[in-house]
Structure formats: structure tokens, C-alpha cells
């Protein structure tokens, strides 16, 4: 019997290590097991060919929110090709809504519910031992006599029997290494997916036997897949304190973060880093204390300011902060308060996400309350909801991608601090003039170019000046973009846009 493990990666990082869990518990099993790991750029006719090449008799696919669809599709394509062949599922994507998802894509034969290794590992045992007692396997879903049956999910897995997933593999220096230190999910908020049960760490030697592994490595980065991987502080100060000690030089560490959960002593211990060892992500969402009731997330969100502040000035940790756009009971006039704030902590990147309403989360289920309408597929994304018309969550999303090319890149900070002070602007009415100029003269296409993003701030800032009668500083505005345009282009394309000036439209 054959057995293909499979997937499509992509940017949902859990996925990177569900293929080394899962060979790690059928390795032993009396079949020829192989996995099978494509991209997203991959195209679905690919996989499937690449699929029937090897005759297997079960193949399964580990789904999440946007490989699902691609997936589907191919499994499909397996099972009209091989119609004898056993197709499975598992993941995110399909834990949650399974009974609708069985219903709408027949071609699929089980899904495997939550964590699926003890699943997997049950599912194989009954077939090789001719039990087919899946009515007791808990977590699978499974078909029989014309009809669906949706198991309860499983007991969690004990996280510590499982191997280190690297075990088996080498890695280079250039590589990224993905790493997972505790299972179960201590974000409980209304936008948060999560399977029951409570958080399993591996013991504390482990982690830092399998953290040394990567060091001598000198892999290039460790992004940890753990959602709030500070959840307990004594046990992040502790892991922290081994890699600052035992810092390579090269390695950096990558963490998703709740930010008031830092605390002074743990702040002084990031402060004494190598620049550049840690960076963090710390999903602010909203400064509005009704809007964070509302989604379920009780943070501090005055004491998480505090820590972000505080912690970026020491200036060892890069920070990026996200703000989410959609979400409950948060007006256009709210969000632009909340994205000042964030952005005034001054973070190396400032992130803005719109609302996905996942399956499984709280916030889908009651979407009615609060006038969601959203995406049928994948990813999920907010359309609109009560407080937040369609309108403006387009408007957002194009500022967002502003945000990200004038504020995150670096390229234009001496210019915009220069804009912001002489229009007395806000950063928010900033980006929303910018994006509202853009759109009126019809100029998305020209910022391709690098060198057309000068001239497009040039000529923004030419009517706003003009508006505030403050013509007079432009001249000194141009010098000051025509600095940062030196500091990030290269020479030979200065003196190309020198030739042709500042005329976007020349």
C-alpha cells in the first residue's frame, strides 16, 4: 500500500510543519509512505499529475485558509482518475464547518478533525487491521451508508511524544527554520481559530536542546508558529535569556507576541540583545476599549502601548505592529484614532489587515449581530459590517498598501515628517489625502516605478500646500525628497530622473 502526505505552501506558516508531524507518527506503519510538499505558484493540473505518477492508494491533504480551494480542486481531479483511491483531509480549513464541506466536495472520503497525527495514526490501524471501526476513531469524519458522520474531535495530543520535526533533515545557513513550542492557542478572541483543549509546552531543556540544534546550524532565521508565544512570561523570559546567551551572531528569531503581557524585567532582559537576534509581531488590533471587548480580546491596551514604547526605544527588538480594519462596533472615524496611536509607537513596521472571519471563530458565528457581510471564500476578508461601509474598508486596504510603501520602505521618512509637519497632518489624513489623490488623477500604475513614487508625493504635496497657502516650502520639500531619493536609489537612476524632473505626467 501507498501512501502520499501533501500539501500546497503558502503563507499560512502552521502549515510549514504539519508534513514532519505527520511522517513522524506513520514512519513505522506497514505501508510505502512519501510526502510530497508543492507551492503555491504551482498550478493545479501540476500537483495532480505529479500525484498520479505515484499510484498511491491514500492520499492526504493538510488544508488551511488559502490552500483549501487549490486543494480541493486537485483532489477532485484524483478521484475521478482514480476513483479506488482513498482521499483524506486535514487541517484548519476543514476541522471546522466539516459536515457543509463533505457535502459540497464529495470526492472527499474522511477529513482528520483538529491535530491530526493521533488521527492519522488511528485511521492507518484500522485499515491495516481489516477493524474499519471508525465510528470510534474521535476527530474523523467519514462516510458511510450515504450519509456523513462527524466524529467528536480528539483529546489533544500529547505535544512531548512527538519528535523534533528536524530530526531527519539538514539544514544549510541560508535556510528558514519554522518551530512550534506549545500547542493549543491562549488567544481566545473572537477572530482566534482554535481547537479545544489546553496549552502543551514541550519542558523547557527540550526547547532549548532543539533551539541550540538551529545555532550551530547558523540557519538564517527560527520563525516560531506559536500565537502569543509569551503567553507564559516566566517561560519566555527564560527561553529569551538562553538565545541572548548563547547568541551565534547570525540567527534571528521571529515571535508573535502579546504585547501587555511584557513586563519591566523582561524588557530590561530584550534590551541587553544583539540587534537584530529577536523581532516581534504584536497584533495591536484597536486602541478602542469597546472595540476590543467586542471581539473578545481582553488586552490592556494602555499598559501594551507602554511596553511597545518602551521596548522600541531600547531600539534591540524589530517590531512590527498590526492594526485590523472591520472589526466590531469600530466607525471610520475610530479606526483613524486607533491608527494614529499605533503608529505613534513609532514601531520598525506598522501593518494594516482587514477582519477575516475564519470558520470555526466566534466572530462567524455571530456575524449577524454586528451586519457582517463577508467573503464566501477564502481568505474570508470583511466586506462590510454595521459601522464599516464597503466603501471604506476599500479605502483602508489602499492605505494600508500606501503605508507599506511611503512609511514602512524607510525611502521617504525625512520627506514625510516634512509633509506632516508643515500640514500640520496626522498620519492617517495624511495617507487618506494621498490615497484620495492618487485616485482622482488615476495614477495607481505610475508607482510601479520607484522613481515615480517622488514625483507622485512631490505632486500631492503640491496641492496640499497650495491648499494650506504655503507654497513657499516646496522648494525646500523637493531638496529634502531629493536627499532620501539619493539615500535609497541607486546614482545612475538619480541622474535618469533628474534628466526627466518632477512631472509625473512628463
Not at 485616485?439 to 497650495?466: F, G, I, S, W
Amino acid at each position: 500500500m501507498r501512501l502520499l502526505l501533501t500539501t500546497i505552501q503558502n503563507e499560512c506558516i502552521q502549515t510549514k510543519l504539519s508534513m514532519k508531524y505527520l511522517y513522524s507518527v506513520v514512519a513505522e506503519a506497514p505501508c510505502q509512505t512519501e510526502v510530497k510538499e508543492f507551492e503555491s505558484t504551482d498550478n493545479a493540473g501540476y500537483i495532480f499529475r505529479e500525484i498520479l505518477r505515484g499510484e498511491y492508494n491514500i492520499v492526504y491533504f493538510h488544508c488551511n485558509m488559502m490552500n483549501g480551494d487549490k486543494i480541493a480542486e486537485v483532489a477532485e481531479m484524483v478521484k475521478k482518475a482514480v476513483p479506488t483511491a482513498i482521499v483524506a483531509m486535514g487541517g484548519t480549513e476543514v476541522s471546522f464547518e466539516t459536515r457543509a464541506f463533505m457535502e459540497n466536495h464529495p470526492e472527499v472520503d474522511y477529513v482528520f478533525r483538529g491535530e491530526p497525527e493521533s488521527v492519522l495514526y488511528q485511521f492507518l490501524r484500522s485499515i491495516f487491521t481489516y477493524e474499519f471501526d471508525f465510528e470510534n476513531i474521535a476527530g474523523l469524519a467519514y462516510r458511510q451508508d450515504d450519509r456523513i458522520q462527524v466524529n467528536p474531535m480528539a483529546a489533544p495530543v500529547p505535544f512531548d511524544s512527538l519528535p523534533f520535526p528536524y530530526e531527519n533533515m539538514e539544514l544549510e545557513r541560508e535556510d528558514v527554520a519554522y518551530y512550534e513550542s506549545f500547542r493549543g492557542c491562549p488567544d481566545r478572541g473572537g477572530d482566534s481559530q482554535y481547537y479545544p483543549g489546553k496549552i502543551r509546552s514541550l519542558p523547557l531543556g527540550r526547547i532549548c536542546t532543539e533551539l541550540r540544534y538551529f545555532l550551530v546550524k547558523n540557519v538564517r532565521k527560527v520563525c516560531f508558529i506559536d500565537r502569543w508565544f509569551n503567553y507564559s512570561r516566566d517561560r519566555a523570559y527564560r527561553i529569551w535569556e538562553y538565545l541572548i546567551s548563547n547568541d551565534n551572531g547570525i540567527t534571528t528569531f521571529e515571535f508573535d507576541v502579546n504585547g501587555d503581557l511584557l513586563d519591566e524585567e523582561t524588557i530590561r532582559l530584550l534590551g541587553t540583545a544583539r540587534k537584530g537576534l529577536f523581532q516581534f509581531h504584536i497584533d495591536v488590533e484597536s486602541t478602542n476599549a469597546e472595540v476590543l471587548a467586542a471581539t473578545g480580546r481582553k488586552a490592556n491596551i494602555y499598559q501594551l502601548m507602554y511596553n511597545v514604547s518602551k521596548l522600541q526605544a531600547l531600539g534591540t527588538v524589530e517590531i512590527t505592529t498590526v492594526i485590523r480594519a472591520g472589526l466590531p462596533c469600530e466607525s471610520p472615524a475610530l479606526f483613524a484614532r486607533s491608527f494614529n496611536k499605533i503608529y505613534g509607537l513609532k514601531a520598525n513596521r506598522m501593518e494594516v489587515h482587514v477582519l477575516r472571519l475564519r470558520k470555526g471563530t466566534e466572530l462567524r458565528r455571530n456575524a449577524k449581530e454586528y451586519g457582517y457581510a463577508f467573503q464566501s471564500r477564502a481568505p474570508y476578508e470583511v466586506i462590510a459590517n454595521d459601522f464599516m461601509p464597503a466603501t471604506e474598508l476599500i479605502r483602508i486596504e489602499n492605505i494600508g498598501k500606501l503605508l507599506d510603501m511611503f512609511m514602512n520602505s524607510g525611502d521617504f521618512q525625512e520627506s514625510i515628517e516634512s509633509i506632516l509637519t508643515d500640514g500640520h497632518l496626522k498620519p492617517y489624513a495624511f495617507l487618506e489625502g494621498l490615497e484620495e489623490y492618487i485616485a482622482n488623477n488615476h495614477l495607481e500604475e505610475k508607482l510601479y516605478r520607484e522613481e515615480n513614487q517622488y514625483r507622485v508625493l512631490y505632486a500631492y504635496a503640491t496641492e496640499l500646500y497650495d491648499e494650506i497657502n504655503d507654497t513657499l516650502k516646496l522648494p525646500i520639500l523637493q531638496e529634502v525628497l531629493h536627499s532620501d531619493m539619493e539615500k535609497s536609489l541607486p546614482y545612475e537612476r538619480v541622474k535618469v530622473f533628474d534628466r526627466k524632473g518632477w512631472d509625473i505626467n512628463g
